[in-house]
């Protein structure tokens, strides 16, 4: 599942997509219709026509009903499945996106949001993970962008406005813009999940290495360790690596050593080095842990454990 | 607290009685356009009567939908660990009649999750089996999540074959990624009670990308599990690197608190403290 790559990026303007999947205001014939059938249904009852005039107007009217009431029901099936067949690709990108199958989720995203898109929902969870992808491509500065106008138009609710503002900090930090990471840390620590957020152990974290503060990267980890385990899954193994390079600023090898293996038995060493520049001080230089061979991990058939659902 | 039985029947009820109504509508607009000729209906009579058809129709989808959002504010009640807000909101979405199958057997599906939740397995497992025998749409996904309800309320009552067919009922569902993480840390449970050890190891490969996915807990406990399976089979290079690996991610002790067996890993100790930097 890992990749080493830098690849090149499949996005081409980033900002006109912003506005292509805008969605666009439906125009309501139903209503024009309901609007002609009540015209007809008053100009049959009120206007002093011959008895066979009333007649055929009246069953122009019942015509004209049933067309609208058949309109009525097939335009709503026709709308229920194009948003769900939305709703699927969201869905779809999501699942690329956590397999890191990254072409694929990138081309899913770029057509989808290259014409307006049906619900605003669906609209922001693909400029989210439009964002992601970006990031993955290296280009921070369009992720960050990306993120901003998605909490600029307050699309998302407050949790995932959180997790966005965390993952806008850590996009501007690897573009180097450590002022707007400074702000965007500051602007972090201000909402209620701050104290107990993984999610924002690590990026303060990547802020003190980055800047040259191993000691403080030090000590954040040990006090947030418990957090970051909780709820960082694989991506502990950041935490690890971070602080084996803060121990190897501070010429500690043995704890860095210790640090780097750890963080390897998780993630893999070339992909550690993709998603952070920094870590390439420490390949070659720190062993990394000791992975067995993935092909020889199919286990040879004994007596017991037969019959299970596996 | 809404009895099982009472939730169960009155979902019954209702979807029995939903469908009989749908059919009632139908005929009637039906009825309304194809004998109005024949008994010299007039237009207005006619219109009257469609127009009277659609707004019953309008006002039956707005009252289900009120009972579906009753209904879907209940997961994340029940995530947040407020299980009275939780249950008032199921009681009352349950009470409301709908013409949504799929909404009142979500419902009953999000019933049972705060069962297992409360850890009344019995009553959870009760009302899965309600809903797998409603057969909800396969598009809703109600039916593997009520799937994996049932498989893990199974298993902590220890009734292992009842949770062996509910786990081979996956084979017949179509797994979204979710599901498929979901349905691992079920099956790796199974294994794992079950004594399963080569079926643990089997395509640990695939299982050690899954739980890359996965929260720190769950991919701990499963990755655990493996190390367990690994160990049995006197896999010792796999066994230290999946037990490596779970206990970076999650605390021994809470590991072995959850499934007792996993203490072989550690030794005996319960107080395992995770590796220091």
Redesign the interface.
């Known amino acids: 599942m890992e990749s080493v790559s830098p690849m090149p990026s499949p996005f081409g303007d980033v900002e006109s997509l912003l506005e292509r999947s805008r969605p666009r205001p439906r125009v309501a014939w139903l209503w024009y219709g309901a609007g002609l059938v009540l015209l007809m249904f008053l100009g049959g009852v009120t206007s002093g026509q011959s008895d066979g005039a009333r007649a055929m107007l009246q069953g122009l009217t019942s015509l004209v009903v049933v067309g609208l009431f058949c309109a009525m029901v097939i335009s709503g099936g026709v709308t229920l499945k194009r948003v769900r067949t939305e709703q699927h690709r969201v869905v779809a990108i999501d699942e690329l996106i956590q397999l890191r199958r990254w072409p694929e989720a990138a081309a899913l995203v770029m057509a989808m949001l290259s014409r307006p898109m049906l619900t605003p929902q669906a609209r922001a969870a693909g400029l989210i993970y439009l964002a992601r992808l970006l990031s993955r491509y290296d280009r921070f500065g369009d992720a960050a962008t990306m993120i901003e106008r998605v909490l600029g138009e307050q699309m998302v609710d407050a949790e995932t406005a959180w997790g966005l503002r965390v993952d806008r900090a850590f996009a501007v930090l690897h573009d180097d813009r450590l002022w707007d990471a400074d702000r965007a840390i500051n602007e972090l620590r201000r909402q209620p999940w701050a104290r107990e957020s993984g999610a924002m152990a690590l990026v303060e974290l990547y802020r003190d290495v980055k800047t040259g503060h191993p000691q403080d990267a030090i000590e954040r980890f040990n006090e947030k360790l418990p957090a970051m385990r909780a709820q960082l899954g694989i991506r502990l193994a950041d935490a690890y690596a971070l602080v084996a390079r803060a121990y190897d600023l501070l010429e500690n090898t043995g704890a860095a050593a210790i640090a780097y293996r750890q963080a390897t038995l998780l993630v893999g060493e070339s992909e550690l080095q993709r998603r952070y520049g920094e870590f390439k001080a420490l390949a070659g230089r720190y062993a990394a842990a000791d992975r067995p061979d993935r092909t020889a991990l199919t286990a040879p058939r004994g007596t017991e454990g037969s019959g299970s659902p596996s | 607290m809404t009895p099982v039985e009472s939730a169960i029947w009155r979902t019954r009820r209702d979807l029995t009685f939903a469908a009989v109504l749908k059919v009632a509508l139908l005929a009637t607009?039906a009825a309304s356009?194809l004998l109005?000729p024949a008994i010299s209906l007039?237009?207005?009579a006619?219109?009257a009567m469609?127009?009277g058809v659609?707004i019953l129709w309008m006002a039956l989808n707005y009252h289900s939908l009120k009972s579906s959002r009753l209904a879907a504010a209940s997961p994340l009640l029940i995530a947040s660990g407020d299980y009275d807000a939780a249950e008032a909101h199921l009681d009352a979405s349950l009470r409301m009649f709908s013409i949504f199958r799929a909404g009142k057997l979500q419902a009953l599906q999000y019933l049972a999750l705060l069962r297992r939740e409360q850890r009344r397995w019995s009553e959870a497992a009760q009302l899965c089996r309600a809903v797998l025998k409603h057969r909800a749409p396969a598009?809703s996904g109600i039916a593997v999540r009520a799937r994996l309800i049932l498989a893990q309320s199974l298993l902590a009552m220890d009734d292992l074959p009842g949770a062996?067919e509910a786990?081979?009922g996956?084979?017949r569902e179509k797994l979204?990624?979710m599901e498929t993480l979901e349905m691992l840390i079920v099956?790796s449970d199974?294994?794992l009670k079950?004594?399963?050890?080569?079926?643990?190891?089997?395509?640990?490969?695939g299982k050690?990308?899954l739980t890359?996915?996965?929260?720190?807990?769950p991919?701990a406990l499963v990755q655990a599990s493996i190390a367990l399976?690994a160990k049995r089979?006197g896999?010792m290079?796999?066994a230290t690197?999946f037990r490596?690996?779970a206990e970076?991610?999650?605390?021994p002790a809470e590991l072995i608190a959850r499934r007792p067996i996993l203490a072989e890993l550690w030794g005996d100790t319960r107080s395992q403290e995770?590796?220091q930097?």
């Open positions: 607009g356009l109005a007039s237009g207005a006619t219109f469609m127009a659609w598009s062996q786990i081979l996956f084979y979204g990624l099956q199974y294994q079950a004594g399963q050890w080569h079926d643990l190891m089997n395509e640990a490969a050690l990308e890359e996915l996965m929260a720190s807990q991919a399976g089979l896999r290079e796999w690197f490596g690996r970076l991610l999650g605390e995770a590796p930097v």
